[in-house]
């Protein structure tokens, strides 16, 4: 399985980008999908995951009214929305597949199998 982020770049603070992450070799039907974040000299820390079939979703409290996770079956691509960006947002970006049988709401990193590569999202003040 291969997840390839992208999306990220540099944006002022109030703006917004949407990240995708799209899976190779497996589809994400039946799964809890994920995005992390790790900021510099950070953990890497939840932010938003989806369950696959059901489309439920869960947010952290940090960015909760923010930010939108979505998937495109067709496209077997998973999305986060990020609306009024703050600095404090700046981090590298990850999807992550959760492991069989976790339920939407597991923010625990390692719950998720697979990972993609990570993408930066920048926010200036």
């Known amino acids: 399985v291969q997840l390839q982020a992208s999306g990220g770049g540099l944006v002022q603070a109030g703006g917004s980008l949407r990240l995708s992450c799209t899976a190779s070799?497996?589809?994400?039907?039946?799964?809890?999908m994920g995005w992390f974040r790790q900021a510099p000299r950070k953990e890497r820390e939840f932010v938003a995951s989806?369950?696959?079939?059901?489309?439920?979703?869960y947010y952290a409290d940090s960015v909760k009214g923010r930010f939108t996770i979505s998937r495109d079956s067709a496209k077997n691509t998973v999305y986060l929305q990020m609306n009024s960006l703050k600095p404090e947002d700046t981090a590298v970006y990850y999807c992550?597949?959760?492991?069989?049988?976790?339920?939407?709401?597991?923010?625990?990193?390692?719950?998720?199998?697979?990972w993609g590569q990570g993408t930066l999202v920048t926010v200036s003040s």
């Open positions: 992550a597949t959760g492991r069989v049988g976790i339920v939407v709401t597991s923010t625990d990193k390692t719950k998720y199998e697979y």
């Open positions: 070799g497996r589809t994400f039907s039946g799964y809890v």
């Open positions: 989806i369950r696959w079939n059901s489309g439920n979703t």
